[in-house]
């Protein structure tokens, strides 16, 4: 009994042994496995994988939240093309690429090993895929909630982005001053937005609010959106402003300014206490003459009312009249001695005032002679650089003409008159010989050349060539052919 029961726990040993060696010898292990990722949308990422010593019957693939992507090198769902699989069967790699990046692809990513009946062998590790989700396009939006305010309403402003992963960054900027601005919180329809309180002035009419927005998952990522300008409603703000001092006796202008918002509808001119109608003159409403200035007109409230849609404003001047000021001074009559000095001293100013002209005189004849000089040299120069000019530019234009002149050529098939030159049917061609030996003299005859010259038949004859040949004696001819005198 001892021995069977020895056999059979040997026997039992064994067939394990051989069932780890061969599921070790089938598949060993993962050599690599997927890490956790965290990427942005729109840019790309991988998994790797590598499996060692594969079966024939095993392969690997990719699940992503459970569900089977691929087999082996080849996505097998339309909805992940952008997926793609660098597969090496040689090596068992298998790593997983992921291209433009969709907030889909957030979740679980598992290499499998499958066998021919799509039964699990072993997975890999899980990596956790974090997208880091953008605000769409339109975002952000800035919103109000009316087209227009009265001064001392309170005015709030938001700004609206899409509720992200991680959260967009969202920031007022303005140039008012005692607004407050709120957190980030999440709105009734589920996005993100911050307000911007104020209280509505006059100042911030016309003023511009704009939205920041950016995000830490992609740092490069900057959007706006803007309000304004704000239309900020307010009755009119008048003041008035004279042109110059009211002098008496002369003419007194008043201009009547006013900031309003809308536009001033009316502007109506009083005076307290009254004046007459006739002393003033009104031009566009706005300008006010006073012809002649009184002294009654002196403390006199010159006020301006301005009216809108909104209200009305006003403000007033109080009129200051001043007297003109003497032209010339008037002098009490004194007695003789008084007189008799201010007659010395008239004369002797008199006297300084003609010692004066006459200094200055000088002096600006003294001036005026360099001038004189200065100017007539200046002509000189000017005429000189005048005729340099002019020399310069016709030698320039004279260039091309001798240029031409010199190098111009006739054309071969004409002549000098222009009429074009025929060309004969005969053409001669020159022929070397010997001329026969001359028995009387018993010398050889020298060797000669004939030349024959191609001319138009229609060309006149030149003088020159005009002449008749006399005959000649046979030691003149061969005189003429450089024989020696010896030989003759």
């Known amino acids: 009994m001892y021995t069977l ?24 292990r993962f050599i690599k ?49 952008h997926y793609s699989i660098d597969y090496d069967s040689t090596f068992g790699k298998c790593n997983l690429k ?48 009316q087209t227009s305010y009265h001064v001392g309403q309170s005015v709030v402003l938001d700004c609206i982005s899409e509720n992200t992963n991680p959260p967009s960054i969202l920031t007022w900027k303005h140039s008012i001053v005692g607004g407050t601005e709120s957190g980030l919180k999440e709105s009734l329809t589920g996005n993100f937005e911050k307000s911007y309180s104020f209280t509505a002035k006059q100042s911030d009419n016309r003023a511009i609010f704009t939205c920041e927005l950016t995000t830490s998952a992609n740092p490069s990522l900057y959007r706006n959106c803007s309000i304004g300008p704000l239309d900020v409603l307010y009755r009119p703000v008048v003041r008035i402003e004279q042109t110059s001092d009211v002098i008496l006796g002369n003419e007194a202008i008043f201009i009547c300014y006013s900031d309003a918002n809308p536009q001033e509808t009316t502007f109506e001119w009083s005076f307290d206490p009254p004046i007459s109608e006739n002393m003033f003159v009104l031009e566009n409403y706005i300008i006010l003459r006073i012809k002649n200035t ?5 403390g006199t409230s010159v006020i301006c009312k301005v009216t809108n849609s909104i209200g009305s404003g006003s403000n007033k001047l109080i009129v200051n ?11 009490e009559p004194n007695n003789g001695k008084e007189t008799k000095k201010s007659e010395k001293i008239n004369e002797r ?37 005048a005729l340099v000019c002019i020399i310069v530019i016709l030698g320039l234009a004279l260039i091309p003409v001798g240029y031409m002149k010199y190098t111009r050529r006739q054309p071969s098939d004409t002549i000098s008159r222009g009429r074009p030159v025929s060309i004969p049917d005969v053409y001669f061609e020159p022929r070397d010989h010997i001329d026969p030996m001359l028995p009387q003299l018993g010398l050889a005859a ?39 005198a010896s030989s003759l």
């Open 5 to 28: 029961g020895f056999r059979t726990t040997v026997g039992t040993w064994i067939f394990c042994y051989i069932l780890m060696l061969h599921r070790t010898y089938s598949f060993s």
């Open 321 to 331: 009249v001043k007297s003109k000021e003497p032209i010339n001074n008037v002098v």
């Open 33 to 81: 496995e997927p890490l956790d990722e965290n990427q942005a949308e729109g840019d790309l990422t991988y998994f790797n994988c590598i499996v060692r010593e594969l079966d024939e019957t095993q392969y690997v693939s990719w699940l992503h939240n459970g569900r089977k992507i691929s087999k082996n090198g080849v996505i097998i769902i339309n909805t992940y093309a």
């Open 98 to 145: 992921i291209q433009n990046i969709k907030r889909s692809d957030k979740g679980e990513f598992v290499c499998t090993v499958f066998e021919n009946n799509n039964k699990i062998v072993e997975k890999s590790r899980t990596a956790n895929f974090t997208v880091l989700e953008i605000p769409q396009q339109q975002y952000p939006i800035c919103t109000s909630t």
């Open 294 to 298: 009184i002294n009654s007109l002196n």
């Open 349 to 385: 100013n008199k006297n300084k005032s003609n010692n004066q002209n006459s200094n200055s005189n000088q002096q600006l004849l003294q001036t005026r002679s360099p001038n004189n000089s200065s100017t007539d040299i200046s002509i000189s120069l000017v005429v000189i650089i």
């Open 446 to 484: 020298p060797w000669t050349r004939t030349v024959g010259v191609q001319v138009p038949g229609e060309c006149e004859y030149d003088a020159t060539y005009n002449t008749q040949v006399m005959p000649q004696p046979r030691q003149v001819y061969y005189t003429q052919r450089m024989y020696p």
